[in-house]
């Protein structure tokens, strides 16, 4: 769950999440910023396409400043 926390910000919990999340959005692009078990911490980006209907998953994984780890995806909206 995320609420507003100010223009263009938001913050809360996610499932993986182990503190607060952080999030900012920017036109198209919705930036995720938390922590998670054992010292990872992730780092997300969201681009919405100009369908509407789409959109990129871009995230990173690090642990002491170090990537561990990548995810992209496309996700799309189904009728």
């Known amino acids: 769950r995320l609420r507003p926390s100010g223009p263009g910000r938001w913050q809360g919990m996610l499932t993986d999440a182990t503190d607060l999340v952080r999030a900012e959005v920017s036109g198209n692009q919705l930036a995720i910023r938390y922590p998670m078990r054992d010292g990872v911490r992730a780092t997300q980006f969201l681009y919405l396409q100009p369908?509407?209907?789409?959109?990129?998953?871009?995230?990173?994984?690090?642990?002491?400043?170090?990537?561990?780890?990548?995810?992209?995806?496309?996700?799309?909206?189904?009728?």
């Open 51 to 79: 369908d509407g209907r789409t959109a990129l998953n871009r995230m990173t994984f690090t642990m002491a400043g170090v990537k561990v780890g990548e995810l992209n995806e496309t996700i799309r909206k189904l009728d």
